[in-house]
């Protein structure tokens, strides 16, 4: 059994794993953290999530409670990321990283990171949606330039980020199927009156109501279209997936890894 912290765990996502903790023979809830400005501070883990009290109190002490877990799992916001990354690897923890908007100005820290200790970083935990991933690269590859990308995302109307990381992170699959790089081609927003160019890969977002996520791949060749969507009914999935890949995770050298590394698919591009 593998005990977890879960870093956010008094948000929409922290909730949902806790109670799919419950559901899991191998996983313990060691810690659940919030910010210490939080007004969940000191309530049961469980209890707040809508589950059996588990005897563990909301606090807002991270490096307390790293000290007594396996792994990590941060569900909380990109702007806590540097300091939540910098307290794993300063306590040699690995760290399940679940939350979207980072900068390009994190991948040195993501690196050095990785360096010493198992770093997971998923923009999307749902293990369906890691099969999209394969499938897209896939498709992107064998379609070939005749047929054009879009790629479309919808989510509840509190999302801030758009397109979402699991959309971008789409992007950067099909992109580099096709030998490209997505901050050459993708065109996140369409304004104006310029035709689309044939290489492009647009995005188009959508907020609003509860939604929790749906993502499609769209294909546009001549003649014929093909789509590949992902639609979540239940936040569980993305919680069941997360608890997958700390389980995984915590057995794992140190090392920057990825859902589809659980999965151990065999490289496409």
Excluded at 78 to 101: I, N
Excluded at 134 to 143: E, F, S
Aim: aromatic letters at 4%.
């Amino acid at each position: 059994m593998i005990r977890a912290a879960i870093v956010g765990g008094a948000g929409r996502m922290g909730q949902a794993i806790l109670r799919a903790a419950a559901t899991r023979p191998d996983v313990r809830i060691s810690a659940a953290i919030a910010s210490p400005k939080s007004a969940n501070l000191g309530a049961d883990a469980g209890e707040l999530a809508g589950a059996a009290p588990l005897g563990v109190p909301v606090t807002g002490d991270l490096q307390g409670a790293l000290a007594g877990c396996d792994v990590v799992i941060d569900f909380s916001s990109a702007g806590a990321t540097t300091a939540h990354l910098a307290a794993c690897r300063a306590a040699k923890k690995p760290l399940v990283l679940g939350t979207t908007g980072h900068g390009a100005d994190l991948e040195g820290a993501f690196a050095a990171a990785a360096g010493e200790i198992p770093l997971l970083i998923a923009p999307n935990t749902s293990l369906a949606v890691t099969v999209l991933m394969d499938l897209a690269r896939t498709a992107a590859r064998a379609l070939g330039p005749d047929f054009d990308i879009e790629i479309l995302e919808c989510h509840h109307r509190t999302k801030s980020d758009a397109p979402s990381g699991t959309a971008l992170a789409l992007g950067d699959a099909v992109a580099a199927a096709r030998g490209q790089k997505l901050s050459a081609v993708g065109v996140m927003n369409r304004n104006g009156g310029a035709a689309r160019k044939p290489a492009e890969i647009g995005f188009a977002s959508v907020r609003g109501g509860d939604a929790i996520g749906r993502h499609t791949v769209a294909f546009l060749g001549p003649g014929e279209e093909l789509a590949l969507t992902h639609r979540a009914t239940d936040r569980a999935v993305f919680a069941q997936g997360a608890l997958v890949a700390a389980v995984w995770l915590a057995a794992r050298p140190p090392g920057r890894y990825s859902m589809r590394d659980i999965f151990n698919f065999k490289t496409v591009a």
